[in-house]
């Protein structure tokens, strides 16, 4: 009946009906009893623990979303300025059950919903069917239910903003969704746990924020290249799977860091401290490849050690001339001497210079076993190149150029040293590079020490070479006058061969040994004589006739062994 606009209903004894269900044709309706009785409109009913939602007309709405104005508003814990609903077929909104602590969806036009015991539809970040309100309530939080206007569960990859309270910054960052709703997250003793997506490797940590560049994936140490992972940049975040990648080193001052509690004193902290980029590699397990020389794609590329030995450049690819130490067994390169070896300290390898400093760490670093010291070469531009080279190369290196023998056999862990000794008697290789005179000398002398079992060849064991310098073989010369009252001073060095129990040769500007050779002139106007390939003489003078009641008239009066050969 209808009173004063008013619609009510009485019963048979004509009392107004009140908190009841009454229907008319294919309607519900609500008698109100905080109305008197009269029908309720645009109003949410609460009945036997069941929540209703009757429009302007009164009628009971069904299978479909209500809302209604969140009177509880709160900027920080309920920003919502509405409040939703979903009416079933029933009319009965979806509830969660009372002090339930598990989240329960339901699945409306194809999306998926929570609601909680009073029927509002859960949003933001929720766990165990109740919303996470504190500011870092997401970092435990299992799902994702959008802002308060959307609420469907979200899956696969989402970007969040949030407050990180260990970077004390509000940030958006990247997380991933299972298909069921939950988040992924870190669930092992190690900083990350890596999930394979889409055929690619994400690392995400506790609080299941994906990480991205470089991030320590373990509680270990920072200085070591193992315990590193990197993953892109923050809007990838893959990881870097077994391959190249140019990056500047991890520090807590770079923005190339997953968090910044990292610290300073990372595997790389040097190139860091510069921001250098450097070229390195990952291996399946996306680990930084460090201290070894490693083949890859057929190619060897040379990484540098952890700690000092790598001057605190762990992991980066080696390239260019340099003087490493190397065990040859196993390929693993355990200390990096010079990095980048220029013209004058090659020369001063060469002369063996006591006071260069390249020299002092060459001759002072120990050895032992299947250890050596020699010179490598990974390419003149890190860049383009980087591969070791092997066999017979030229090396250009401050517009002078060098020709280097580098040993082109065995496995990662044998190639590429610099050979020492002579290649089929025609030239001679110290730590790789071939003995030539300067152009100014014409000629240089070279001593060479035999090796096990007298071995000379580039590839014997312990094969030595020394450039023997001019005023060395003048030392102690012997006097003469010729047959022109001149005063020939000369050195017998088919004697001092003997002595030394050391071969002597001489080589010219391109580094040819010399053969045959009589009265070969130097820069320093002396002479040479050489016997198949055998330093025999070194004379000021090249008129040896001696003067009245002399009897000697040629070289080979001079030396004490004229016949001795040094090879072909």
Known sequence: MEEDGTWYFYDSDGNRVEDAWKKSGDNWYWLDSEEGGAMAV????????????????????????????????????DPAEYNYYYMQSN????????????TRFRTIDGKRYAFDDEGKMLYGWVSNGERETDEDG???????LGSWDDGAMK?????????????????????HFKSNGKKRY????????????????????????????????????????????????????????????????????????????????????????????RWYYSDGDGKVVSGQIKKIKGKYYGFRPEGAAGDYKAGAMLSGLVLIKVDTATGEILEVLDDGVDSDELDDLMGEDAGSTIWQKYSTTPVSGSQVVSLYYFGSDEDADGAMKTGATTVTLDGSTYHFMFNKTGGAEGKGRGLTGIDDYKYIYKLGCRIKADSDDKYQAVKVTPGVNGALDIHGANVWVEKVKSQDLKTGATTFKNNDNETVSYKDISALQASERKLYYLVNTSGNIQKTKSAAKDGDDWYFYVYKSALKLYANDKNLKEKVPGTRAKWEDYVSDSTTENGK
Request: proline content about 1%; hydrophobic content about 25%; overall charge negative.
């Open 155 to 175: 899956t696969g990859w989402q970007k969040i903003y949030v407050h990180d309270d260990k970077e004390d910054d509000d940030l958006e960052h990247w997380f």
């Open 42 to 77: 645009d109003k949410l009913v609460e009945d036997d623990n069941d929540t209703y939602y009757v429009d302007s007309n009164g009628v009971m709405v069904r299978n479909t979303w209500v809302k209604v104005v969140n009177e509880d508003q709160d900027e920080d814990d």
């Open 186 to 277: 870190n669930d092992t003793t190690n900083d990350i746990k890596e999930e394979k997506i889409n055929g690619r490797r994400y690392g995400f940590d506790d609080r299941g924020v994906m990480t991205f560049e470089w991030t320590l994936a373990t509680t270990a140490s920072t200085a070591s290249t193992s315990n590193w992972r990197y993953f892109n940049n923050v809007d990838d975040g893959a990881r870097v799977t077994k391959g190249w990648f140019k990056v500047v080193a991890p520090h807590e001052d770079n923005d190339n860091v997953f968090t910044s509690s990292y610290g300073s004193t990372t595997f790389a902290y040097k190139d860091a401290d510069e921001e250098n980029e």
């Open 91 to 102: 009319g009965k909104a979806y509830k969660a059950p009372d002090n339930s602590t598990t």
């Open 138 to 144: 997401w970092t435990n939080a299992t799902y994702y």
